[in-house]
Nanobody, 128 residues
Framework: QVQLVESGGGSVQAGGSLRLSCKAS??????????VAWFRQAPGKQREGVASLYTHDGDTYLADSVKGRFAISQDNAKNTVYLQMESLKPEDTGMYYCAAGYTPSSNPWYSERRYNYWGQGTQVTVSS
């Protein structure tokens, strides 16, 4: 059973920074071929993909709305994926979820259907 635990959320003013962490616990075996993504959901809105990373080769994907401000990276030794968020805006406010996909999928990286496991989320609030 896979467990994903997010951390690093909080409240910041516009222009500030946060770094979110997603640690995967996979039992006795660490899977080095998986997609790990960050999604967010603002109140009253649908959940949207923010960034994704393929752990095998480090390929990354970012939503247009965060390009130039956010970066996704990994620490293989810690089995952890990070989302570094800079120049935060009030519209970045929401619950941020980590998701991991272990099976081949034709769904794009920003589709929730690509991912098999989800974390509980961490809240990010950006005030103006």
């Amino acid at each position: 059973q896979v467990q994903l635990v997010e951390s690093g959320g909080g409240s910041v003013q516009a222009g500030g920074s946060l770094r979110l962490s997603c640690k995967a616990s996979e039992g006795t075996y660490t899977y080095n071929r998986k997609y790990v993504a960050w999604f967010r959901q603002a109140p009253g809105k649908q959940r949207e993909g923010v960034a994704s990373l393929y752990t095998h080769d480090g390929d990354t994907y970012l939503a247009d709305s965060v390009k130039g401000r956010f970066a996704i990276s990994q620490d293989n030794a810690k089995n952890t994926v990070y989302l570094q968020m800079e120049s935060l805006k009030p519209e970045d406010t929401g619950m941020y979820y980590c998701a991991a996909g272990y099976t081949p999928s034709s769904n794009p990286w920003y589709s929730e259907r690509r991912y098999n496991y989800w974390g509980q989320g961490t809240q990010v609030t950006v005030s103006s």
